[in-house]
């Protein structure tokens, strides 16, 4: 079946440092899956963070960016400074032809002040 | 914006016990979709429904039982919690025309003692 896997449980950045969180994908019904990153702050439930469903495109939101690389099947997600606020549980997923969206694991971000 | 709303928020029960989770949505939603959230694990989904009346199983419904009453409405029963149940419950939903965002709730954290 398909899968997600982000190798990172947890991820300590310093306010203003990059970050990138890490994740691969596995597809079986097609080649080229939708793939999302969904954020869940505190307290909260998820929320789309951005979404790319064309290989080799990049999404952006909220100052964060993913792009779709289809050779390595990754689908990373990074940010160029942090902030406090960005503290949260990040999650990866895909979906292929049906309903259904498959995540991975989540990496919980925690930015030092 | 879509908005999913969970009750109760926490909920602590024993070995043998009956619980029912609740989920409403006001964004006339077709699909809702009941998740649990382990450690270590992604969102695992339990049961979804596409319509008031309408039951589909997940990849983990062995233990769970759902109702769909109405477009808005979405419960999810346990009539003999066990301990591996013990879980972050997450209700979403989403359009039909737009699969690719899920609305999710703030989540039912679920303790079985």
């Known amino acids: 079946g398909d899968s997600v896997t982000q190798t990172e449980g947890q991820v300590t950045v310093s306010e203003s440092k990059s970050l990138i969180i890490n994740c691969t994908y596995s597809a079986t019904s097609i080649a080229y899956p939708n793939l999302f990153w969904y954020v869940r702050y505190p307290g909260e439930g998820l929320q789309l963070l951005l979404k790319v469903i064309t290989a080799g495109q990049k999404g952006s939101s909220r100052g964060f960016e993913a792009t779709y690389n289809k050779e390595t099947t990754s689908f990373h997600l990074q940010k160029a400074s942090v902030q406090e606020s960005d503290s949260a549980v990040y999650y990866c997923a895909l979906r292929d032809m049906g309903y259904k969206l498959t995540f991975g694991t989540g990496t919980s971000l925690l930015v030092d002040p | 914006e879509a908005a999913v709303t969970q009750s109760p928020r926490n909920k602590v029960t024993v070995t043998g016990g009956n619980v029912t989770l609740s989920c409403r949505q006001t964004?006339?939603?077709?699909?809702m979709y009941w998740y649990r959230q382990d450690t270590g694990h992604g969102l695992r989904l339990i049961h979804y429904?596409?319509?008031?009346?309408?039951?589909q199983i997940g990849d983990v419904p062995d233990g769970y039982k759902a109702t769909r009453t109405t477009q808005e409405d979405f419960f999810l029963l346990l009539e003999l919690a066990s301990p591996s149940q013990t879980s972050l419950y997450f209700c979403?939903?989403?359009?039909?025309?737009?699969?690719?965002?899920?609305?999710f709730g703030p989540g039912t954290r679920l303790l079985v003692l």
């Open positions: 979403a939903s989403s359009d039909s025309q737009n699969q690719d965002t899920q609305y």
């Open positions: 964004n006339s939603h077709n699909y």
């Open positions: 429904s596409y319509g008031a009346g309408n039951l």
